[in-house]
């Protein structure tokens, strides 16, 4: 008994002072909460417009933070789960007529995850350990890929996309952009961040954390590092899905771009900005580039980009953590996993 | 005549990812800004024709221009990513995306057309064959015997292959690997821009003209084989024909995507690609 007294106050003063140098990042992820729900308030609506179609993106950018992030996964392809979720439910609302949010969100959800599957399936597992490159390459190649068929598909409307889609419906009521759409997507993104947060802060989430810093030695302990691979990889298409059937709702309209190279680099931007391997980092990355260049893009739209390359460059050298690590610590931004002093 | 043009097209491939394949070689680094390299080709071209020059002078001049520039944005910032090469596929990515976004800010959302430095066709056996596609033909083989022997070769190419062997040595032999590394890199650059330039005739000059080239640059790099100087060229060619033959069987889009598609499966059967082992 009197050994054990020290032992289990030594544990306790240790869990304490974890738990003090452990606030930062609750803070800033309820300080974005806080914005982001009270924004509707004080913005006008193109405003709003403009900011549900961010969070949609913030969305999808949670999506390619957990491939990257968090399993190390190269994935430049992030936007065939995207752009063909969205084609699904705009085909889905064309021919036949189905918008109701209870069927077509679930949809969308499954042809990412589906999509994700089978090209994640298929560039992941077998025999030779697909190589990093690889990866990158095939997931680049997939999304052009996509991007020329989606093009040269009459049925899917070509160059054009598919125009005018009837809004989503919950019941008999429209759900058209404005507020009311601003807050579903900030309720789903929300419940898809704790969901993830969850995740990444399981078992699971150790262990791809791991595969991450040192696929071999994962490999070592007994994981089967290319189903943990292939896991991640469906499960990021679904929320991609999910984000791009949203997304096709909100504009009403697809069209191939939502599938091509432009907008899977474009995610990739997003996380690298904000910082990859933190949930927060990929929403503050997609809501920083998106606001700035929404400001920019009035007066100085031919530089923007330019602009845009230069400071991606300039976090790639010198933060290459991202923005997050601006106010994170490296031991915060890492994380601890499981109980503090347990490690 | 169409074996010609497939031979041209095959060519136009092969000069555009000799230089990829020889930086993804030679130094592990998967360059994704060679494509924005072969757009600055083909702008430099583009520059010295409106300047009232002769073109021929534009295709001289672009792979020094370019090979120069790819010189310092080494030694400024490639350099930086050797020891991980995703970080560097990510930052030659950014500057890539810079290149691309100044070109297009200078050219505006423009298609550019450069005229051939040699029109007019030569008929051989009754067939017109057009010239300046014989003479792509032409230089892209000296170019890929020229890169063959400067590598094989000479004292400068064994002393590249013997950095990329093994960095360690080759500094303990005396070797200044930073330096090497330095100048293969422009090596690559100024033949993204010949290749720029070459082919700015036969395809106009826009903004996105990179990017095409470049994932199948990547294809045709990763079928043929990292590590090798016979592996790209091969891959290249391989690539190059299938692009240019299928459309001539089934659609063009599909044909397009297949090639793809067919690449990446191959790929996924055999890593190491057609050529395996390391040299050249």
Same mark, same amino acid.
């Given at each position: ?343 | ?101 100044? =070109?297009? $800010? ?5 298609? #550019? @057309?450069?005229?051939? +430095?040699?029109?007019? &066709?030569?008929? %051989? ?107 790209? =060229?091969? $891959? ?5 024909? #299938? @692009?240019?033959?299928? +459309?001539?069987?089934? &659609?063009?889009? %599909? ?26």
């Amino acid at each position: 008994m009197t050994e054990t007294t020290p032992l289990s106050t030594v544990s306790l003063t240790r869990g304490i002072s974890a738990s003090r140098q452990w606030r930062v990042l609750p803070m800033i992820e309820i300080a974005v909460l806080v914005i982001g729900l009270l924004l509707p308030l004080v913005l006008q609506d193109y405003l709003t417009v403009y900011a549900t179609r961010v969070l949609i993106l913030c969305l999808f950018a949670l999506s390619f933070d957990l491939v990257w992030g968090y399993a190390g996964i190269m994935s430049f392809g992030q936007a065939v789960f995207f752009g063909s979720a969205g084609y699904g439910v705009a085909l889905l609302a064309r021919d036949l007529g189905i918008t109701s949010i209870l069927l077509v969100l679930p949809a969308g959800l499954l042809i990412g995850f589906a999509f994700a599957l089978l090209l994640g399936g298929f560039l992941l597992l077998g025999r030779h350990p697909a190589s990093v490159i690889f990866v990158a390459l095939g997931t680049l190649t997939g999304s052009y890929a996509c991007d020329r068929l989606a093009r040269g598909w009459y049925y899917l409307g070509g160059q054009n996309g598919i125009p005018s889609i009837p809004p989503m419906t919950i019941g008999s009521y429209e759900l058209t952009e404005g507020p009311v759409y601003y807050y579903m997507a900030i309720g789903f993104l929300i419940v898809v961040y704790l969901l993830c947060r969850f995740l990444m802060r399981s078992q699971f989430g150790l262990a791809l954390a791991g595969l991450r810093e040192n696929e071999q030695r994962i490999a070592f302990f007994g994981y089967k590092v290319q189903h943990l691979k292939a896991i991640i990889f469906s499960l990021s298409g679904a929320i991609a899905g999910l984000a791009g059937s949203l997304y096709a709702f909100h504009e009403g309209f697809v069209w191939p771009n939502m599938l091509g190279v432009v907008i899977s680099t474009q995610v990739v931007l997003y996380v690298l900005f904000g910082g990859s391997g933190t949930l927060i980092g990929a929403v503050i990355g997609t809501v920083v580039i998106e606001a700035v260049s929404f400001w920019l893009s009035n007066s100085y739209q031919d530089i923007w980009p330019i602009i845009l390359g230069v400071l991606l460059l300039l976090v790639i050298l010198f933060r290459p953590a991202g923005l997050i690590s601006l106010l994170l610590s490296e031991r915060e931004r890492v994380g601890s996993f499981g109980r503090p002093g347990k490690r | 005549m169409a074996i010609f043009e497939i031979a041209s097209f095959g060519a136009i491939v092969v000069l555009v990812v000799l230089g990829l394949g020889i930086i993804a070689s030679m130094m592990g680094i998967f360059n994704f800004a060679q494509g924005e390299f072969v757009l600055l080709g083909a702008y430099v071209t583009y520059i010295v024709h409106t300047a009232g020059l002769p073109v021929w002078l534009g295709m001289v001049a672009a792979p020094f221009v370019v090979g120069a520039l790819g010189f310092v944005l080494e030694r400024l910032i490639v350099r930086r990513f050797y020891a991980a090469p995703i970080v560097a596929m990510l930052g030659t990515y950014a500057l890539g995306l810079i290149i691309r976004e100044i =070109v297009r $800010g200078l050219i505006g959302g423009l298609y #550019l @057309s450069v005229p051939e +430095p040699v029109g007019g &066709s030569v008929a %051989i056996g009754g067939m017109h064959f057009s010239t300046w596609r014989l003479v792509i033909i032409v230089i892209t083989a000296l170019v890929m015997a020229g890169s063959y022997l400067l590598l094989a070769r000479t004292a400068f190419g064994l002393r590249i292959r013997a950095s990329l062997e093994n960095p360690a040595l080759a500094r303990a032999s005396g070797i200044s690997t930073n330096a090497i590394y330095g100048a293969t890199f422009a090596f690559g650059a100024a033949l993204a821009g010949l290749a720029g330039a070459l082919i700015v005739p036969v395809f106009t000059l826009f903004a996105d003209l990179g990017i095409r080239f470049l994932i199948q640059g990547f294809v045709a790099v990763m079928v043929g084989g990292i590590g090798s100087f016979a592996g790209p =060229v091969a $891959g290249a060619g391989l690539i190059g024909t #299938l @692009s240019a033959a299928l +459309p001539w069987v089934i &659609s063009p889009v %599909i044909a397009d995507v297949a090639v793809f598609v067919l690449a990446i499966i191959f790929i996924k059967f055999r890593p190491q690609g057609l050529v395996a082992g390391k040299g050249v």
